[in-house]
């Protein structure tokens, strides 16, 4: 076994386990009435990975996202996506690999819905709630930032709860701090983030630091 073999196998495990989770992948204001699309790498440290030689483990993931808004004036704004482990592609493909194909890719790709209860005409301070879940996890999360037309800062609140037999029990409590920049020419954004994973219950692991980027792709409007 290669060590990149060995090394995705690490991450697919850290990934099924409450020691690193993927982050959510967009900011408070919904910011497009269509479908848009997101690549997310996110880096950290794990000490409860059996190899020692991963310290830091990157989780990549693929999404897509449906959000609707008012036609006119400020209202609720809302959208339904879906993201994908794609750091896991080789080791679901490898028969050798000894990771269960399917329990993985429902483990540890996640649905995530958020609600933007006012979403306002011009950009300022924006606030929303969302949820991320799986077959193993589910993570109740909530955002607030200030943004102008082209960058702001913002805040992710998220706590996860484990909710797999396979993965024991535990809880996570996981605050984020991101800068967002918007080329409105382009319509893509990036989002670079730095956060903690705090243990709320003694099985959860231990205290993680984690920082990302994602890239959004396909964004309409203001």
């Known amino acids: 076994m290669t060590g990149f073999q060995r090394l995705t196998i690490a991450a697919a495990i850290a990934l099924l386990t409450p020691g690193c989770m993927p ?15 997101t690549l997310s790498l996110t880096l950290g440290r794990n000490r409860e990975v059996g190899d020692p030689s991963a310290r830091i483990l990157p989780s990549l993931y693929g ?5 609707w808004m008012a036609s006119e004036g400020d209202g609720p704004a809302g959208s339904v996506g879906i993201q994908l482990p794609l750091l896991l592609a080789p080791v679901l493909f490898d028969a050798n690999s000894g990771v269960d194909a399917v329990d993985a890719l429902l483990a540890t790709s996640y649905l995530d819905i958020y609600i933007q209860p006012v979403r306002r005409t011009e ?5 929303g709630i969302g949820v991320l879940g799986s077959t193993a996890l589910a993570g109740p999360y ?18 996860t709860f484990t909710i797999g037999n396979d993965l024991g029990e535990g809880a996570i409590y996981m605050p984020t701090l991101v800068w967002r920049h918007r080329d409105i020419g382009a319509s893509t954004a990036a989002n670079f983030s730095l956060g903690l994973g705090v243990p709320l219950t003694e099985d959860a692991g231990q205290t993680l630091v984690i ?7 396909g964004l309409r409007g203001n």
């Open 23 to 37: 982050h959510v992948m967009h900011g408070p204001r919904i910011e497009e009435n269509g479908v848009s699309g």
């Open 63 to 67: 999404g897509l996202r449906r959000s």
């Open 123 to 127: 950009p300022g301070w924006e606030s």
């Open 142 to 159: 909530v955002q607030v930032g200030r943004f102008g037309v082209e960058q702001g800062w913002y805040t992710t609140q998220l706590v």
């Open 211 to 217: 920082a990302g980027v994602s890239f959004e792709l």
